[in-house]
């Protein structure tokens, strides 16, 4: 994975046809997906329950371009190791989700993956100032964790606050929750540059239906560009 800093979306499978997680991860890798996005929730630190390591080593058969996992989990430490033979090419833990996120980091990095560091709605910036050495990517959740289809809470502040902290280091900020045609603009003007999408991607699509999926790809990505371009 080279870093750049061009608009990425990231569909969330957890939109997706729960019986059918191949063919609909092909189909979204199809019609233009950058990355596919995997939210992995254990009832425990979200009120949700989704996908074990098995389950993400299955999807991993059928992702082409960027596997996106994403821990809603507490502890993180002890599942590290099993969402790196899973495949996870991005692992990402919660700040929130235990007392050493230093060396959280330190050790997806150690199990060969790139390290993501979540930070709740109610969580400063601040609070990531001093492992952003050791972070590929910062990922700013724009819900409270736990479900898909919430409504969207402006971080546009704390975006902006992260880009600054960034500076040149070649960490990514990730947008999750309520990303669509209207809200993706706002985070990337603010300095985001990956966007995680679950029903504004697969709403009224199917995998029959794939060409769908394909224009609301097209619709998140052409008003975020729209909004790099004009920053």
Same mark, same amino acid.
């Given at each position: ?28 890798? +199809? ?23 098995? +389950? ?10 960027? %596997? ?16 790196? !033979?899973?495949?996870?090419?991005? =692992? ?35 609070? =990531? ?28 502040? $704390? ?5 600054? %902290? ?7 900020? !990730? ?10 603009? $706002? ?21 029959? $239906? ?22």
């Amino acid at each position: 994975m080279s870093f750049d800093r061009t608009i990425k979306i990231a569909p969330s499978i957890l939109s997706a046809d729960f019986a059918d997680f191949g063919r609909e991860i092909e189909a979204i890798e +199809a019609q233009g997906a950058d990355w596919v996005h995997v939210d992995v929730m254990d009832g425990h630190f979200v009120p949700n329950l989704t996908f074990g390591p098995p +389950a993400v080593k299955a999807f991993r058969r059928h992702v082409k371009t960027v %596997m996106d996992v994403h821990l809603m989990i507490a502890p993180v430490d002890p599942y590290i190791d099993a969402y790196a !033979e899973a495949g996870a090419d991005i =692992l990402t833990a919660h700040v929130e989700a235990g007392p050493h996120i230093h060396r959280t980091l330190q050790a997806i990095r150690a199990a060969g993956m790139k390290a993501g560091v979540a930070i709740n709605p109610g969580t400063p910036a601040q609070a =990531l100032e001093h492992v952003l050495d050791l972070a590929d990517l910062v990922c700013v959740m724009t819900v409270n964790p736990g479900f898909g289809g919430q409504k969207f809470i402006d971080m546009s502040e $704390k975006v902006r606050t992260l880009r600054e %902290m960034i500076g040149d280091r070649p960490v990514h900020i !990730e947008i999750d929750g309520g990303m669509d045609p209207q809200t993706a603009p $706002k985070m990337v003007d603010a300095g985001a540059d990956v966007l995680v999408a679950g029903s504004a991607v697969f709403q009224g699509g199917s995998v029959e $239906k794939a060409s769908v999926y394909g224009d609301n790809i097209r619709a998140i990505r052409s008003a975020a560009e729209g909004a790099a371009k004009a920053a």
